[in-house]
């Protein structure tokens, strides 16, 4: 039982490179949410898909797309990367359905030059 | 987005004591939780808080969820070196948006 797993978990980008986050769960939870950490900052969430076949923004969506391929996998792509898109991005997992203790992968740290 | 303020925003503590930390958020939430953050990882659940009043142990861990639903406390007994991180706090009304404090983080002096 892997929990959430995410690649890469490392990353360099050139400004206006895209690439695609990928994250996937084996707990067959019904909600997956994508943040960013920025230093100093708690996380911010950018989407989030509560059951599969949906998708919505966060707090933070511009310059970010998301993909929940299935029930498993949640995909967060940026097009067009920006030097402000620096930052360390988590996926998470909840079962849902008034369960809301939140499981996290270990982040991808996206560097932005 | 809603702001949820955490305090301290440091602390450094001797091997065996007792901490205390706290977050107040602007707006009420059903659901209070608390995190711990190790450098280079995912923050990683301690305690999830649903009744307001509610007091929750996990371990040394003790969680309160206030009477008002703004407020959540974390409390840790006799700390100990492994203790060390960044703990977080989120609250929740749906749980779809989840809203994080800004984290307090722990020193632990052997």
């Known amino acids: 039982n892997a929990g959430v797993t995410q690649t890469p978990k490392f990353q360099v980008l050139k400004t206006g490179q895209s690439m695609t986050l990928q994250c996937a769960q084996d707990m067959n939870h019904n909600s997956m949410y994508w943040y960013r950490q920025d230093p100093g900052m708690g996380l911010r969430l950018i989407y989030y898909s509560a059951s599969e076949g949906t998708t919505d923004k966060g707090e933070v969506p511009n310059g970010y797309n998301v993909s929940r391929l299935n029930k498993r996998e949640f995909s967060l792509r940026l097009e067009s990367a920006a030097p402000s898109q620096t930052s360390v991005y988590f996926c998470a997992s909840t079962l849902g359905r008034l369960s809301y203790e939140q499981y996290f992968g270990p982040g991808t740290r996206l560097t932005v030059t | 987005g809603q702001q949820l303020n955490q305090s301290p925003q440091s602390m450094f503590i001797q091997e065996g004591e007792d901490v205390s930390m706290n977050c107040t958020s602007s707006?009420?939430?059903?659901?209070w939780l608390w995190y711990k953050q190790d450098p280079g990882e995912g923050p990683v659940l301690l305690i999830a808080?649903?009744?307001?009043?509610e007091l929750t142990s996990n371990g040394r861990l003790t969680a309160q969820f206030g009477i008002t639903r703004k407020d959540s406390f974390l409390n840790i007994s006799a700390s100990i070196p492994s203790d060390v991180g960044i703990y977080f706090c989120a609250g929740t009304n749906t749980g779809n948006q989840f809203y994080f404090g800004t984290g307090t983080s722990l020193t632990v002096i052997p």
């Open positions: 707006s009420i939430f059903n659901t």
């Open positions: 808080l649903y009744k307001a009043g």
